[in-house]
């Protein structure tokens, strides 16, 4: 037993990236099929590093508060408790941090939107730390006596926090900069939620305990405001209410534009004329997303899709109009199959290429077909604000339920190819259907932007794939029938070989 919880209930894992290591315990509580449960990251302080994971389960508070029977009759959930190696902090492993939970979401019943993290003191700041870098996949966070970087934390500003520190804390001070003796550099709770509520998050809560309580009321040094902060069951309890399943994150691209992105990487896009506003798909997300356009703008919303997969079109709200290509598009199973769809076709006005959508003003949507991911799939063009919405025409599944042929694809971009060097169609800006996988959502990938080069790209890839005059490596997410990937500069498909004609 460690302190009181059974060791069978833990495995020990190696989580591994990049020639870097850590030894994790991964407590598992009881399961029940079709469900799936909460994980909770916790990074320890300095004192627990080494290569004994007993030195970080017999700390406690800690990730025992997780694991207890009580906390697991309310709330099961799955804890994740790693290893600094000695002499290091966290920092340097917030991308192998960040990778594994999501191995953890796929290899074991775990709510990919209920993943939070906590951590005391050098535990504290890796949690800053991951929320800086990996803010889109942070449910929650309970940083205690951390410190942050506190310009970088400004990108966590749609994560729900609630940061704990003593006033008088002599080992990480509650504000000002701190120079780690580990090596990082940051500053106290105090100034850090200053920072994360400046950059617009109104989800972020602080408890400063006052000076001497921890030593008067809790019987600890000062630095261990974790011993108070963990028997707060109000904070466990609020960040166990938080989920990304209907949160939206929202930037502001141009005048007149915005983009929105849910808890499955779907982007949305708004965009406004002088008499109506249009919602540029819909995604997977459990929030009202009609609701939240009508909160960007006072104009009324009509909404266009970009193709025909659910998680482009996935919407509770039946819209006074509603754009999208039904070319060899089985509409009604798609509309009125699942949760949240009741669309009905009438309530459908179908586009094609060559159409423009009229907002008022001069802002008038041109509709250019690129089917290939889907029949009928299209892009819509926004000249008024330079701006090209291209769902999943470029950052390439063709390995995907109702993928055409490629050579029918390569012969849609190059119409496309063709209108976009004709004048008033130059520097438009690229926005996709799913941005951050752009090449750059998960950890271990680098960013490439949509853009006029990845078109040439494209169709070079399109010739060398029908030509067999590239490598095509297997590929793991297949729909029933194998998978492969190819790549060429900017561009890389996925695709199955039915499609290679």
């Known amino acids: 037993m460690i302190n009181g919880i059974e060791k069978k209930n833990i495995s020990v894992k190696e989580l591994k990236k990049d020639g870097r290591y850590l030894n994790a315990a991964l407590y598992m509580p009881k399961t029940e099929p079709g469900k799936t449960y909460p994980l909770v990251l916790f990074l320890h302080g300095a004192g627990e590093r080494g290569d004994d994971l007993n030195l970080v389960l017999d700390f406690t508070p800690g990730a025992d508060t997780f694991m207890t029977n009580a906390w697991q009759a309310e709330h099961p959930c799955f804890v994740l408790a790693p290893q600094c190696p000695e002499n290091q902090c966290w920092v340097p492993y917030v991308d192998l941090l960040a990778q594994s939970l999501l191995e953890m979401a796929a290899q074991y019943p775990v709510d990919i939107c209920r993943l939070y993290v906590t951590g005391v003191s050098m535990g504290g700041a890796g949690t800053w730390e991951l929320l800086t870098r990996y803010p889109h996949k942070i449910a929650a966070a309970m940083p205690i006596c951390g410190y942050a970087e506190p310009f970088k934390l400004r990108a966590a500003k749609d994560v729900p926090v609630w940061a704990f520190h003593a006033e008088d804390d002599p080992v990480v001070p509650v504000t000002g900069y701190y120079h780690s003796p580990h090596g990082a550099v940051g500053v106290g709770s105090r100034m850090a939620m200053s920072s994360l509520r400046s950059s617009g998050n109104r989800d972020a809560h602080y408890t400063e305990y006052p000076a001497g309580e921890m030593e008067n009321v809790y019987h600890t040094h ?104 039904k070319k060899d598009v089985p509409l009604l199973p798609r509309l009125n199959d ?164």
């Open 222 to 325: 000062p630095h261990g405001s974790w011993t108070a902060a963990y028997q707060n069951k109000e904070a466990l309890e609020w960040m166990f209410g938080k989920t990304r399943f209907d949160r939206y994150e929202i930037e502001f691209i141009c005048p007149g534009v915005f983009y929105m992105e849910d808890y499955n990487n779907d982007s949305m896009y708004l965009v406004e004329g002088k008499e109506k506003a249009l919602l540029i798909d819909t995604g997977l997300g459990g929030g009202n997303v009609r609701k939240m356009a009508e909160s960007l703008t006072s104009l009324p919303v009509e909404l266009a899709v970009t193709h025909a997969h659910i998680d482009h079109l996935l919407s509770g709200d039946v819209f006074e109009k509603y754009y999208m290509s």
């Open 338 to 501: 699942g949760t949240g769809k009741n669309f009905t076709e009438k309530d459908v006005i179908d586009i094609k290429d060559g159409d423009v959508i009229d907002l008022g003003g001069d802002v008038k949507i041109e509709v250019a077909e690129v089917e290939g991911h889907t029949p009928g799939s299209v892009v819509f063009i926004d000249r008024a604000h330079k701006c090209m919405f291209t769902g999943d025409a470029f950052g390439l599944w063709m390995q995907v339920p109702l993928a055409r042929p490629i050579s029918e694809y390569k012969a849609a971009v190059l119409r496309l190819k063709e209108k976009l060097q004709k004048p008033g169609y130059t520097e438009l800006a690229f926005l996709g259907g799913h941005r951050r996988q752009e090449g750059g959502e998960d950890p271990q990938d680098k960013y490439v932007p949509n853009s006029y080069e990845k078109i040439d790209d494209m169709l070079t890839l399109c010739d060398l794939i029908l030509e067999k005059k590239i490598e095509a490596k297997p590929f793991p997410m297949n729909f029933g029938e194998p998978a492969f990937i190819s790549t060429y500069k900017t561009a890389y498909m996925v695709f199955m070989e039915s499609v290679r004609k």
